[in-house]
Structures are given as C-alpha cells and as structure tokens.
C-alpha cells in the first residue's frame, strides 16, 4: 500500500476545518446575565447564542469521520496484511497510539464542552442573594479540544505515512521492471534431436 495525496489532503482538511471550528466555539462561547423577574422575587440567567455548541458539534463529527478514514484504509493496524518488522513498525504503533489518545481526548473535550455549554439554568435563586451565578462553560474546554486536534491531526498524518511505508516493507516498485523476455532455445534442442 502506497500513501495517498487525495487521501491526505482530506484527513489533512477535516482537521483543520474541525480545529477551525473549535477555536469559533471556545470565541462564542455562551454568556448569561442574570436578570430580575418581573412576576415574583426570583431572578433567572438570559444566555447568549448557541453557536459553540454547534461549532463543537461539527467539529466532533468532522474529527470523528477523518479518524475512521485513516483506520479504515490501514485496517485499523490489526486486521490488514502483516507489516514488515523494525523501526518502521514501532514508529506506526507509536503514532497509532499517539493519534487515538490524542483523538479520544479531542472529542471528549468537544463533546463535554458541547453538551455544557448547551446547558442552561433557568432559576437561578431569590432575588438578592450574591453569591449564586448562571451556569456556563469554563473557558479553554474548546480551546483544549483544538490543541489535541491539532496533535491528533499530526498523529494520523505520520502513522497513514509510516504505515505504508512499514506495509510495503519500506520497498517501491520500480518502473518498466519485469520478467525479460529472450528467445527460446526450444526450436535448437528439437532439431539438434531430431
């Protein structure tokens, strides 16, 4: 198995659309104010847009579809054809290794950073009383999401590469290579028989 340009540049391009997106949703991260009922002496949170959660959201599909894209063509390093040993090997368990865990904590940062910042308090407590506060998203739970994009991006990029190479046994066909054909001594030995 040889690398991929079309296969690259799209792992390549999911990536950095979904840190892209990461980075819009920890910008539009929700606000809320807390504002007085009109009604009784209870006070309530009025948030703000909703965009991160869906920013988040399409990163974490993007990030997932890309992720699926490189195991599936390297058969996930368990189920294709046997590679050949040595550093190459090791090199691409590492990196299979170094993208899935880097994978896993991008979407989980996305995924919790979604769902939280979806999160809206309604009541929030009588009226005076300072202490209490509208629930939001902590700031950096998306920008921890695009960091580990980003490391999971540079992950799936070097063990596609070394996976291939390690696949072929590091060997490239070469061009214009084959059996040579020569003449056939076969009409010689008859008639020397004969």
Request: net charge positive; charged share 15%; proline share 1%.
């Amino acid at each position: 198995m040889g690398v991929s340009i079309p296969i690259l540049v799209i792992v390549i391009a999911f990536h950095l659309i979904a840190f892209v997106l990461a980075v819009g949703a920890e910008r539009r991260r929700s606000t809320a104010k807390v504002q007085p009922d009109e009604y009784d002496e209870r006070t309530y949170c009025v948030y703000g847009t909703d965009a991160s959660t869906v920013y988040g959201l399409a990163a974490f599909g993007l990030l997932l579809i890309s992720q699926t894209l490189v195991n599936g063509i390297t058969k996930c390093l368990c189920f294709g054809r046997g590679m050949m040993g040595g550093s190459s090997t090791t090199c691409a368990i590492f990196f299979f290794v170094f993208s899935w865990v880097s994978f896993l904590g991008a979407e989980a940062c996305l995924l919790a950073g979604s769902a939280r910042n979806a999160y809206h308090t309604k009541y929030r407590g009588f009226f005076r009383a300072d202490h209490l506060s509208c629930a939001t998203l902590r700031k950096g739970v998306f920008a921890a999401g695009a960091a580990l994009t980003l490391l999971s991006m540079i992950g799936s990029i070097f063990y596609y590469w070394i996976h291939s190479k390690a696949d072929t046994g590091g060997w490239q066909k070469h061009q214009n290579e084959g059996l040579g054909m020569a003449t056939s001594n076969y009409t010689e030995s008859t008639e020397r028989k004969g």
